[in-house]
């Protein structure tokens, strides 16, 4: 559980290096909570589609949706810093530069590139980055 939250402990630390442990941990957290607030917001859509197409029904769902959306953009804007520093520290794992997780800019396959190197494994022993994470 410890490393579901090790990253926001680590907020701004973008040298170092991270486990792929880490990085997935962190991953199934904000899975799981993106997940919460889509089926949050599902719910207010079937409520919609059950009350039928209303001009007082929408407005009223409308409404109920600016929990859900808030909720979203709140947790997206919390949690994007922590998620471009451990992605760097994953990086410096593999002893790579940070610099790369620019590739995530590229529009289509970017992130793909990047989840590929998120799913290698470190470089065993020390590296210019620091000490290997898995001996600690």
Known sequence: MRWMFTPFLRTFDFSGRSRRLEFWMFFLLTFVA???CVFWAMQI????????DTGQAVSVAAAYLDAPMAALGIFLLVTFIP???V????FHD???TGALVLLNLIPSIGGLIVLVFMCLPGTPGDNR???DPRAA
Do not use: H
Not at 45 to 52: L, S
Not at 87 to 90: E, L
């Open 45 to 52: 859509f079937i409520k919609i589609g059950r009350e039928g």
């Open 94 to 96: 593999q002893n790579l």
């Open 87 to 90: 992605q760097v520290r994953r």
């Open 34 to 36: 993106l997940a919460g």
């Open 83 to 85: 998620t471009i520093a």
């Open 129 to 131: 980055y620091g000490p």
